[in-house]
């Protein structure tokens, strides 16, 4: 072998004598680049604090040997330079998938922590002019005369009043007693501008004769208090192993975060029984007419919400004779973002039904709304973003209206979480928490979902989900969240409301629930 022969195979696979070629550097470079990622990984996964005890032995243990595999391979100076490259490339390929799998679990640790860090408790208060008026900022309002609400909502109209106050001097102001009071003041020009509380914009939505108040009304400003997020009432000191209660909320608010006093058009109590793998959910129509726990006077369910998600749980609480334990509150629009981001959902509806011209968010994710129609058929219907908000909101078009709405929405969470349990949800997992983290919303703790995914990991049972909706009868009552305006309600049935408390007590005791024959 000539000189210069003997000094390249020397270069690049090493010397007799023990020094090393390129080969082997290159070798210890990639057993380098796994021990870095098998460090990452395991503070990673440690971190999200979703494994249980023997499932992180198992990947501690998996580490150790891959990575002494590699160095009993690497570390000696040998002539198996093909030995040496094969495992060289094996361990980059391990790294990669480690890099992926440690991507993964700090997404997963990130959208943990938005989801229970508590939803926004702020309040918004807008002022309001007519779609006509050439008022474009608050600013333009000098010497016009504000409507405002005597009673209702005085707290925040008076802090928004003294900020108006504070920048342009002194407001005339005159007060009307009722909602539909202040709008038709507006609308019929006796006030030029009002002060309304964001919410009460669903509140008049919902009233006969002014579904069209948006429409013919522009808000010109916005004033926002933050308030205290609210606690969970009674917290389960263990979740994984003792029953507890769930109140899930579904607002339809138009506003880019999730409020937390805001009306509340879907109220489910999802009653869990970790022992037995029972679950339970109760649903509640939006118009039943009960007594407000902090103000005595009655209103319907929905508007409980206006008075911040507390006010909703104390209502359920003692309509049903439970202690809630936590909420979970979702932004319809935003499931819009999750459905997508799951390829769509296939929906099992009990009947075929036309909507009636609704808003839905536009294509192009402006944050924009159009009206738009879908028809449905009886069966299996697979559906996209918008197509679900749809078929989730309708009402108009059944007979029994809410009723049939709330099992709608129940079809819908049921399909959700059938996709996110497939295979499917690991093509777009990233775009699929994003999504959730921007509509959803919960008391839960971190550590109460780790140990909720910690019991599903080491018992790996199936869950046995039933349902029940209370209903009743309709009629016309005032509401105080009106100001005592009329308005349609729905009286409980009390037998029914009697069943949905045996079937509660059935899941909590650890009993299958018995639901009533038709």
């Known amino acids: 072998m000539s000189r210069r022969r003997r000094n390249a195979y020397s270069s690049y696979y090493g010397s007799r004598g023990g020094s090393r070629g390129l080969a082997d550097w290159f070798g210890l470079l990639a057993l380098l680049c796994m021990l870095v990622c ?3 990984l395991l503070v990673r996964v440690l ?22 595999l590699h160095a009993f391979v690497q570390l000696p100076v040998r002539r198996n330079v093909a030995g040496k490259l094969i495992c060289a490339v094996v361990a980059l390929v391990l790294s990669a998938a480690m890099i992926f799998t440690s991507t993964a679990a700090g997404s997963l640790m990130k959208f943990l922590s938005n989801i229970t860090s508590g939803g926004s408790a702020k309040t918004t208060t807008c002022v309001v ?17 504000y409507g405002i609400l005597e009673t209702l909502d005085r707290e925040n109209t008076d802090a928004a009043l003294s ?40 509140v008049l939505k919902g009233t006969e004769g002014y579904q069209s108040f948006s429409k013919d009304t522009k808000v010109i400003y916005r004033f926002s208090i933050d308030k205290e997020d609210p606690e969970p009432i009674a917290p389960n000191a263990n979740i994984s192993r003792e029953p507890f209660v769930v109140y899930c909320s579904g607002t339809d608010e138009r506003v880019d975060y999730i ?27 939006r118009d039943y007419y009960l007594p407000l726990p902090s103000y005595g006077q009655k209103d319907k369910l929905t508007h409980f919400g206006l008075y911040g998600i507390e006010e909703s749980i104390k209502g359920l609480e003692q309509l049903y004779n439970v202690d809630v334990n936590y909420y979970a509150r979702v932004h319809f629009a935003g ?40 028809s449905f058929q009886k069966g299996v219907n697979h559906l996209d973003g918008r197509q679900a908000l749809a078929f989730a909101r309708e009402r108009d078009a059944f007979n029994d209206g809410d009723m049939q709405r709330g099992r709608n929405q129940m079809a819908v ?22 999504a959730v983290s921007s509509s959803f919303i919960t008391s839960l703790t971190y550590e109460d979902i780790s140990s909720l995914v910690q019991m599903q990991l080491r018992d790996n049972v199936h869950w046995n989900i039933t349902s029940y909706s209370v209903s009743g009868e309709g009629g016309m009552e005032p509401c105080y969240s009106a100001g005592n305006e009329t308005l349609w309600v729905m009286w409980p049935n009390a037998t029914q409301i009697n069943t949905a408390k045996s079937l509660i007590q059935q899941v909590l005791n650890g009993e299958t629930p018995t639901l009533p024959q038709d």
């Not at 050439?134 to 016009?144: K, L, M, Q, S, W």
């Not at 409020?259 to 129509?285: E, F, G, K, M, W």
């Not at 049921?414 to 775009?431: E, F, H, M, N």
């Open 38 to 40: 098998s460090v990452i």
């Open 47 to 68: 971190g999200a604090g979703v494994l249980t005890t023997v499932l992180t032995v198992v990947l501690i243990l998996v580490l150790v040997l891959l990575n002494g």
């Open 129 to 145: 002019v007519r779609a006509d008026d050439p008022a474009e900022t608050v600013n333009d309002t000098f010497g016009y005369t």
């Open 163 to 202: 900020h108006i106050e504070d920048g342009m001097g002194q407001v005339k102001t005159a007060g009307f007693g009722t909602l539909t009071q202040l709008a038709d003041a507006l609308l019929n020009r006796q006030v030029d501008a009002v002060i309304l509380n964001n919410s009460y914009f669903s």
């Open 259 to 285: 409020p937390l006093n805001s009306r509340s058009d879907t109220n489910i109590l999802a009653v869990v029984n970790p022992s037995t793998h029972q679950i339970l959910l109760v649903s509640t129509p």
């Open 335 to 374: 499931l819009v973002g999750v459905i997508d981001a799951l390829g769509g959902i296939d929906v099992n509806s009990d009947v075929a039904f036309n909507t009636v011209g609704m808003e839905v968010p536009d294509e192009d994710g402006s944050g924009n709304f159009h009206f738009a129609a879908y």
């Open 413 to 434: 969470i049921r399909a959700i979480v059938d996709k996110a349990s497939s295979p499917a949800i690991l093509k777009g997992y990233q775009k699929v928490l994003d």
